[in-house]
């Protein structure tokens, strides 16, 4: 069964750091391309950051670019999202989700995690 | 960035009935390679999205055959012919031509 389990959420002041984790099982990790996609309270979905699966290709929001890093370790699963230099805007759930074989995308997702950013 | 515009934002509906929403793209969907990108999703309530339809009219593995999809260029359509109770929630529309991957407003559906 694919599962997709975040981690490393929680509430963080104006100009602080997170670092999250997606942890994978279930599916061979190293053949697949991740996600990051968002969800502020109330709010729709924004797709955040996207690494290929090797890791060679990384694409992100103009919203995140230069603040938010996307990285991966095949070896242990696991995909992750840095976040520096955050904004009161950056407070949402944080999906992590995966594309599947060819043009089928965001066909798993985690559960999420809050970020909150406030002081 | 592409806009992609649903339609209506809420959505009331009985039991049995037909659903449609409709998805308008501030640009075509039909990338070179001849396939034309676009998604939809269903949240459930307090649930991630779920992944419903690709690539137009594609129906994801386990999705009932009472969702169709349809369109092309820049407009597109979701259709639930029946609607059932466990089909409430959240349903967006998204793209893949170019980047960055855009979705639309979302269409809340409720049950009468």
């Known amino acids: 069964e694919v599962q997709l389990v975040e981690s490393g959420g929680g509430l963080v002041q104006p100009g602080g750091s997170l670092r999250l984790s997606c942890a994978a099982s279930g599916f061979t990790f190293r053949s697949y391309n991740m996600n990051w996609v968002r969800q502020a309270p109330g709010k729709g979905l924004e797709w955040v950051s996207y690494i290929s699966s090797s890791g060679s290709t990384i694409y992100y929001a103009d919203s995140v670019k230069g603040r938010f890093t996307i990285s991966r370790d095949n070896a242990k699963n696991s995909v992750y999202l840095q976040m520096n230099s955050l904004r009161a805007e950056d407070t949402a759930v944080y999906y992590c989700?995966?594309?599947?074989?060819?043009?089928?995308?965001?066909?798993?997702w985690g559960q999420g995690t809050l970020v909150t950013v406030s002081s | 960035d592409i806009v992609l515009t649903q339609t209506p934002l809420s959505l009331s509906v009985t039991p049995g009935q037909p659903a449609s929403i409709s998805c308008k793209s501030s640009?075509?969907?039909?990338?070179?390679?001849?396939?034309?990108?676009l998604y939809w999703y269903l949240q459930k309530p307090g649930q991630p999205p779920q992944l419903l339809m690709y690539?137009?009219?594609n129906r994801f593995s386990g999705v009932p055959d009472r969702f169709s999809g349809s369109g092309s260029g820049t407009d597109f359509t979701l259709k639930i012919s029946r609607v059932e109770a466990e089909d409430v929630g959240v349903y967006y529309c998204?793209?893949?031509?170019?980047?960055?991957?855009?979705f639309g407003q979302g269409t809340k559906v409720e049950i009468k």
């Open positions: 640009q075509s969907l039909l990338h070179s390679d001849g396939k034309t990108y």
């Open positions: 998204m793209h893949r031509v170019q980047v960055p991957r855009t």
């Open positions: 989700a995966r594309d599947g074989y060819s043009s089928i995308l965001f066909d798993y």
């Open positions: 690539e137009v009219s």
